[in-house]
């Protein structure tokens, strides 16, 4: 019989500033990877009677070195209402090949008609493009579940433009969790002035 020697513990383990590291390289990486689960976390919001919203979104972009998370979504959306009034929101995704959940919340910014709004427009393709271009706006009641219309590839895009949103989420805390059976690992950090300051965290 052949033992299995266990895989060695991640280097992160009992390092708190490599922790920090990981968090950073999963959530940079996301966008890129359609597989990971940092490629579409969970976005929560608070609606306007204080109840808790979630939803999947594709993360576009994750800066290590601002602190921030970057989505799109249609402004006539019910999260971009909440996010334009309430200015927060939280990111969650939880990997199984990794075994490790981030948890992002922080201040959140809807941009749409500055320079990085139209950067993110020219960086969508098309067919992302024509999502926007829905009629009635989303979330409104249908008669019937096909009783709404969807711009064409190649039809003009001006209203798809109109309601299009790029969200930046400035991270102001985060939570991270590994789970291992040879021993858990969770730590938090909370972003001053001088950068993010770390602690662990019983799991
Ligand atoms: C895989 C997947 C990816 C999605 N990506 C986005 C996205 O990037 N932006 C977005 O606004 N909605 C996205 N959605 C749809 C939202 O999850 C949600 O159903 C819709 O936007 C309405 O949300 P709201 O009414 O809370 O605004 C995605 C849904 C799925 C299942």
Redesign the pocket.
Known sequence: MTAFAPAPLPTFHDDLDASLLEVWRLLREGPALRRNAFH?PA?A?VDADGHP?V????L?EADPATGTLR????RR??????IAASGRAALHGYDTASKIQIRVSGSARLHTDDALAEAAWSGSRVMSRTCYGIAPA??TALPAGDAYTQPEDGADLDLSRANFCAVVVTATHLDFLFLDRRGHRRAGWVRGAAGWTGTWLAP
């Open positions: 579409m976005l919001t919203q939803r999947t979104v594709v576009r989505f799109h979504c249609d959306s019910a999260k971009a209402v909440e989303p979330g």
